[in-house]
């Protein structure tokens, strides 16, 4: 009994590409929360620069956080949508010629392992016994690098930007909203480097990265924006 539980494990290999997909997710989550926190804090700098008054820079801040996460979301819902169909249309055409010629689908996976050093027989004996357990997933893996179990939704990626992103953006307009007149601007500076410290991290960390370079990076870029915009807001405040 010990030989099938270890064919099925092998078999189980979608796991991996589990926790795989499940940290390209958080790392895609990270990177959308980064989104918001740089270009609300850019936003809402902008504005106090030319006006004191909150319910502006709040109804500045609120258009700017829903603007960001609603074009996130239509973007990654395009985006993965479109991969999706392609990839959807590969997995067609490879059920199309597994039915059509097995004999040739079946020599076309022997090579494969064969290309991968299998010896020959090695590699058609494994053919064999993965075309009859499953050869879609199969010639999906080894051809065209897909798992046809865990094709990605575009909802669901749509859905993680939106509250990424709004998440990210709900820092600095929560700082820049609730800190008095004369220390929001810093406030809201100091609110945005900490929490840029935070994403830099992690999504370094997730992606085995060192961490140092990333934080520096994205902080420096938030620094940057927040800059920027203010010295826009100053001059148009004055100027107009
Ligand atoms: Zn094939």
């Given at each position: 009994m010990a030989e099938p539980t270890r064919i099925l494990d092998s078999h189980d290999e979608p796991h991996h590409n589990g926790i795989g997909q499940r940290l390209n997710w958080l790392r895609a989550a990270v990177l959308g929360a980064n989104d918001g926190i740089v270009s609300t804090a850019g936003l809402v700098i902008g504005v106090a620069a030319a006006t004191t008054e909150r319910s502006v820079i709040l109804t500045a801040g609120l258009a700017g956080l829903a603007a960001g996460a609603m074009s996130m979301a239509v973007g990654e819902y395009v985006s993965v949508s479109t991969q999706r169909d392609t990839e959807e249309a590969l997995l067609a055409k490879e059920r199309r010629e597994l039915r059509e010629e097995p004999e040739a689908e079946l020599e076309e996976l022997t090579q494969m392992y064969a290309d991968k050093g299998l010896p020959a027989d090695l590699a058609h004996e494994v053919a064999v016994q993965l075309t009859a357990h499953d050869a879609l997933g199969a010639h999906a893996e080894t051809?065209?690098?897909?798992?046809p179990n865990a094709l990605t939704s575009p909802w669901h990626a749509a859905w993680a930007s939106l509250i990424s992103f709004t998440v990210g953006a709900l820092i600095p307009l929560i700082a820049i909203v609730l800190a008095g007149v004369s220390i929001r601007v810093p406030v809201t500076v100091a609110a945005v480097v900490v929490s840029l410290v935070g994403t830099g991290w992690l999504s370094a960390r997730l992606g085995s990265a060192p961490p140092w370079p990333a934080v520096r990076r994205v902080v420096i870029g938030g620094l940057i924006a927040m800059a920027v915009t203010y010295a826009i807001g100053s001059l148009v405040g004055t100027q107009v």
């Amino acid at each position: 009994m010990a030989e099938p539980t270890r064919i099925l494990d092998s078999h189980d290999e979608p796991h991996h590409n589990g926790i795989g997909q499940r940290l390209n997710w958080l790392r895609a989550a990270v990177l959308g929360a980064n989104d918001g926190i740089v270009s609300t804090a850019g936003l809402v700098i902008g504005v106090a620069a030319a006006t004191t008054e909150r319910s502006v820079i709040l109804t500045a801040g609120l258009a700017g956080l829903a603007a960001g996460a609603m074009s996130m979301a239509v973007g990654e819902y395009v985006s993965v949508s479109t991969q999706r169909d392609t990839e959807e249309a590969l997995l067609a055409k490879e059920r199309r010629e597994l039915r059509e010629e097995p004999e040739a689908e079946l020599e076309e996976l022997t090579q494969m392992y064969a290309d991968k050093g299998l010896p020959a027989d090695l590699a058609h004996e494994v053919a064999v016994q993965l075309t009859a357990h499953d050869a879609l997933g199969a010639h999906a893996e080894t051809e065209l690098g897909i798992d046809p179990n865990a094709l990605t939704s575009p909802w669901h990626a749509a859905w993680a930007s939106l509250i990424s992103f709004t998440v990210g953006a709900l820092i600095p307009l929560i700082a820049i909203v609730l800190a008095g007149v004369s220390i929001r601007v810093p406030v809201t500076v100091a609110a945005v480097v900490v929490s840029l410290v935070g994403t830099g991290w992690l999504s370094a960390r997730l992606g085995s990265a060192p961490p140092w370079p990333a934080v520096r990076r994205v902080v420096i870029g938030g620094l940057i924006a927040m800059a920027v915009t203010y010295a826009i807001g100053s001059l148009v405040g004055t100027q107009v």
